[in-house]
C-alpha cells in the first residue's frame, strides 16, 4: 500500500483566500507565489497524467490547515492539494493512484511540513495585503497587489500579464503604471479584453501623457458595436503637484474627454477604505513614477489603556468598529461600562471617532514600495529615499550587475551596487530585486551575489523559475525529484 503513493515534488500555490486563490491563476501558468512575493513556482496544473487541471476541478481544490484533525486527504483525480494560509514557502503536493484518500500514516508528516510554513507566516507583515509578483525576476514587470478585505486588487505596471486569470483582472479597481515603455504597458490590451464587457470604471494612473497614450492604443481598434455595459477608464496623468484626469468609456468607443484637474496633497494620489498610494516623479530620460501602497491602519483596542480609564469590555467594542469602519448606525449613543472603585456605572459616549483616538493603539503602517527604471541620480536618489524609507517591502529593478555599470547609466538603471546602497539607506524589512536584464538569463544568482543587505533586511529568495514555460514543455515532469 504504502509504496503506491509517491511524494510529488514540492509546489507553490497561492493559498491565503482558500475559496477565491486558485482562480487567480491560469490552469498551465506560472504563478508568483503569493503573499509571499517570495517565490514563483508553477500552480497545479497537471494530473499525474499530464493533462492540465480544469477550472471546476481547480475550483474543487482542497484547503487544508493544522486545525484540521481529519486523518486522510482527499484527493482529485490523484492529486491532493494542500493549501494553507500565507504560505510563504513550498507546500507538498502527493500524488496517490486515484481518487482515493492519502492514509493517515503521511499525516505526520504532512502536517510537520505545514508547521514549517506557518512558522514564517508570522513574518508576513500585512494585515490587507497580498502582493504577487508575476513577472519573476526577468519578465516584463507587473505587481498584482491583493486587498484581501475588499476583495479587489491593484495592478502595478502591466507587463507580462498572461498569467494571471481573467477572474483576477475582473477585481483591479485601480492601475498604476510606472512609465510606458514597452515591457511596462504592453499587457493593457489584453487588461481591456478581460474587462471590457462589465460596468466597471478602472482607475489609471501615470505618468503625464498616459491617458493620451491609452487612447491611441484604444484608437487601433475598431468599436463599432460597443454596448452601454462596457468598461470605462478614469486615466490621470501625475504630475509633481497635481493630477489632470480623464474619462476613456468603452460605450464610447474610448474617446478621451478631460475632467479637470485635482491637486495633490503629499503625494497621495489614490486611496480607498484600506490603503493609501502616494506617488513621486523620477526621472529616467523620461519621466518614470515611483509607488508606495501603504495598508491604512485597522481597528486596534489597546487593552492597557481601556483597563487604566476602567472600561469593561463588551458589545460597545463591535459596535464602535461598525459605526467607524463599516458606516453602522453612529446615532446610536454607545453606552460603556466603566468600573469605579466597587460599582460600574455606565458613560454614555455620543462621538465615536474621539472616543476610539483615546483608545486606539499605536500601529506601524505597512507598506510596499515599488520602483523601476530609474536613473541613479543624485535628484533620483533623493526622490527614492523620501519615499520609500520606512517600507516593509522594497520591490525595486535591479536591471544590471556592476561590471555593466556603464550600461546601467546609459540606459538609465540601477545596477547592484545601486541597489545596495539605496537598500542601506531605506532599509526596508524585504528587499525583491526584479526586472533583470535579460542578458543575465541564465546567470541570475550572480546577480543575486552581489547583493548585500544590511541587517534586519531580509533578501527575498531567488525564485525557482525564473520566466513562464509553456504548459506541457517536454522538459517539464511534474514527478521529477521525487
Ligand atoms: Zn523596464
Ligand atoms: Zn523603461
Known sequence: MKGSYNFGRVFLIEGSDNKTSQMDL???????????????????????EGTALSQTMMRSVISLGLKNNENSIPTINGWAILCCPFVTKKLHLITAPSNECIPSIFWEQIKSGLEGLLMHLAKV?????????????????????KIKTLGSSFLVDCGQIDHIAKKAMKRVEAVFITHAHMDHFIGMDKFTRSILVSD???????????????????????????????????????????????????????AMRELGMQEKHDGLIYENEYAWVHAAQCDHKIPCLIFKFT???????????????????????????????KNGDVSQPLKVPRQSKDTIEEIVIDDYAALYQQIAKKQDLKSIGYLTDIGFTEENRQVV?????????????????????????????????????????????????????????????????????PKNTTLIPLPERLTPQPVLAPSYNPLSGI
Open 200 to 254: 466597471k470604471t478602472v482607475h489609471l494612473f501615470g505618468p503625464p501623457g498616459i491617458a493620451e497614450k491609452l487612447y491611441y492604443r484604444l484608437k487601433g481598434y475598431d468599436w463599432n458595436l460597443v454596448e452601454a455595459k462596457y468598461c470605462a477608464f478614469q486615466v490621470s496623468d501625475v504630475y509633481p503637484d497635481h493630477l489632470q484626469c480623464f474619462s476613456l468609456r468603452g460605450a464610447e468607443g474610448f
Open 295 to 325: 495598508e491604512k491602519p485597522y481597528f486596534l483596542i489597546d487593552e492597557e489603556t481601556i483597563e487604566q480609564r476602567g472600561y469593561l469590555k463588551g458589545a460597545w467594542i463591535e459596535q464602535l468598529r461598525q459605526g467607524l469602519l
Open 385 to 453: 529615499v523620501e519615499l520609500m524609507t520606512g517600507a516593509s517591502i522594497l520591490i525595486a529593478e535591479c536591471s544590471y550587475k556592476k561590471e555593466h555599470v556603464g550600461r546601467a547609466r546609459k540606459f538609465a538603471h540601477l545596477c547592484t551596487e545601486d541597489c545596495n546602497e539605496l537598500v542601506a539607506q531605506i532599509r526596508p524589512q524585504y528587499f525583491l530585486p526584479v526586472h533583470f536584464s535579460k542578458i543575465y538569463l541564465n546567470e541570475t544568482e550572480s546577480v543575486y551575489d552581489e547583493l548585500e543587505m
Open 26 to 48: 491560469n490552469p498551465g501558468g506560472v504563478i508568483g507565489n503569493s503573499p509571499s512575493i517570495y517565490g514563483w513556482g508553477r500552480a497545479i496544473p497537471f494530473s499525474p
Open 125 to 145: 507583515p500585512f494585515h490587507y495585503f497580498q502582493p504577487v509578483f508575476f513577472a519573476g525576476v526577468i519578465d516584463d514587470p507587473i505587481l498584482l497587489l
